[in-house]
């Protein structure tokens, strides 16, 4: 049966029990007192003013343009809206979340002439839509999925069993971008999640055996480095391309958060998936880790043909996460060590900006004589309202219950709300985390930041810690929670 639990018991109890008060300071002239401020209603109130924007200026569209007032198109699918249905059913948020599924029910077609990204549309449109069936039970968010899923299925038709990164789910067919017969890697394998429950649940096997096939691939394919992995493979050969570039940032990252989760997803029986995993995690330790030397911080750098370059995507900052998740699970204990000391490079990584808030990626000071650990180079000074941080604040908090975690991740929203709310409704991405008097806003609210990043942030605020089990729920790369499978009767 459709899983389904009272996410709604946060909000009954909510005016009665008042656990979560965390003390701000409000000013009264030139009075400090120091007042509850309830962190979850925080959270509430920032989705509630970011729906805002996109109901007014971009209902049905992918993305609220908030400045502007207008949206930008990118499939053509409700992207915000789709993205968007968990956490309002997570946050609560009831009319808002019955609206956004009478759009669904009404207005969200797949039958269209568009080109679309495998990889995009599955974590996002397909991951959405099967999170928020088991949330609700609702036979139309799994009837949509498999009408999305099948849709996509034409990308798996390739010479090699790689997937082409683009397909018309209107006219069933697929192809590489223009300039290349290459895939990412990540996006390839970043995918099976959904896929996989997607036959689980209409015990259609074809969804699971594609996504397994490219593991299978990936699993047994030369040019390796240590359990490190290539950023591109070839469609047509099914190898590895433009090797001997390491990274744990785009194009690579969410590899190897796949080959842990969807270990954990099929109850720790694929045996492939973990060596891959624990293989990966030594060739980072071997490999990328560095210390920056001012304050000893630990980060992960990137290799290009065996040169070190101290340089970190904010994407990165989803390891942490991934590593507590691995060690809860029965992995090594040094997992967790390493987790603990990335944590706090990345709350750096905005503790350090004069806006609080990260840079897209970041360079490291190895020199000791310099004061500073982080320097940001022009071109990345900015902030496109990206989860990876709080995920991991989110996992630390639920594994270690340190309230350190909840404080961060406090500052963060605080500095979204100072530096990206705009005031007719909406957040936008900004070009300067570093100029906190002009932050430069971009005119560009990503679906993600209601998707994860919220979501995460009322999940670290949440006394409830049934809510979302991770001992239950697997996350899928755009937090979207799915059921861990039951084992099989012995």
């Avoid at 109901?55 to 990118?74: I, Q, R």
Wanted: net charge negative; hydrophobic share 35%.
């Amino acid at each position: 049966p459709p899983i389904s639990f009272v996410v709604h018991k946060v909000e009954e109890n909510f005016r009665s029990t008042r656990k979560l008060f965390f003390s701000q300071q409000i000013r009264y002239g030139n009075v400090v007192s120091v007042g509850p401020v309830d962190r979850l209603e925080a959270v509430r109130d920032t989705f509630r003013h970011a729906w805002k924007g996109y109901k007014e200026h971009a209902w049905g569209h992918d993305e609220l343009k908030p400045v502007s007032k207008s949206y930008g198109e990118w499939f053509g699918l409700g992207l915000t809206l789709v993205d968007s249905l968990d956490t309002m059913y997570i946050l609560g948020l009831k009319e808002e979340f019955e609206e956004a599924k009478n759009w669904v029910e009404t207005q969200l077609s797949f039958s269209k002439n568009v080109d679309v990204n495998l990889f995009e549309s599955t974590i996002r449109i397909l991951g959405g839509l099967l999170s928020t069936y088991h949330l609700t039970g609702d036979q139309l968010f799994l009837e949509k999925a498999k009408d999305i899923g099948s849709r996509l299925m034409p990308a798996f038709k390739t010479p090699s069993k790689i997937p082409y990164s683009d397909v018309n789910i209107g006219k069933g067919t697929a192809h590489p971008p223009r300039w290349t017969s290459d895939s990412t890697l990540a996006e390839v394998t970043s995918i099976q999640l959904e896929f996989r429950e997607l036959s689980r649940l209409t015990q259609e096997p074809h969804y699971q055996e594609v996504v397994n096939e490219v593991m299978k691939l990936v699993h047994k394919l030369p040019g390796k480095h240590d359990g490190l992995v290539p950023m591109f493979i070839n469609t047509n050969s099914g190898q590895f391309t433009h090797k001997g570039v390491f990274t744990l940032g785009a194009r690579a990252d969410s590899y190897y958060e796949y080959l842990l989760k969807q270990w954990i997803q099929g109850g720790k029986t694929e045996d492939d998936l973990l060596e891959d995993y624990l293989q990966a995690v030594e060739g980072v330790k071997k490999h990328l880790l560095r210390q920056t030397g001012p304050s000893r911080l630990t980060f992960v750098g990137e290799l290009s043909h065996n040169r070190f370059n101290p340089k970190m995507d904010h994407l990165v900052c989803f390891l942490p996460g991934t590593l507590a998740l691995g060690a809860h699970n029965g992995l090594p204990g040094d997992h967790m060590d390493l987790a603990l000391q990335l944590m706090e490079t990345c709350h750096q990584m905005y503790a350090q900006m004069e806006t609080g808030l990260s840079p897209e990626i970041a360079h490291f000071n190895l020199q000791a004589r310099d004061g500073r650990d982080v320097d940001v180079k022009p071109a990345d000074r900015h902030n496109l309202l990206r989860p990876e941080t709080v995920e991991s604040l989110f996992y630390m908090y639920r594994f270690t219950k340190d309230t350190k975690y909840r404080d961060w991740g406090w500052d963060i929203l605080q500095s979204f709300n100072k530096y990206t709310k705009v005031s007719s409704g909406g957040y936008t991405s900004i070009n300067n985390v570093r100029d906190p008097v002009n932050p430069g806003p971009r005119d560009k609210m990503e679906s993600f930041f209601l998707g994860e990043t919220l979501k995460y942030l009322y999940l670290l605020f949440s006394d409830d810690m049934e809510l979302l089990s991770l001992d239950k729920y697997v996350f899928n790369t755009e937090a979207h929670p799915l059921p861990i499978w039951p084992s099989p009767p012995k």
